[in-house]
């Protein structure tokens, strides 16, 4: 289930406790991911970023 389904069901059951988590769990996800592409660009060009 992606992001936006997940959402949906949630909006449709009017689960607000698990549209939080969600909205937390895909901002940690995000942070992380832009996390790995940094220290990817890292490596490979060897010059840090701010």
């Known amino acids: 289930m992606d992001w936006?389904?997940?959402?949906?069901?949630?909006?449709?059951?009017?689960?607000?406790?698990?549209l939080d988590l969600i909205n937390k769990v895909q901002k940690?996800?995000?942070?992380?991911?832009?996390?790995v592409q940094r220290l990817k660009e890292e490596k490979i060009f060897g010059k840090p970023h701010p």
Not at 28 to 35: I, P
């Open 28 to 35: 940690e996800m995000e942070d992380l991911e832009a996390e």
């Open 4 to 18: 936006q389904s997940a959402k949906q069901h949630c909006k449709e059951r009017d689960w607000q406790w698990s």
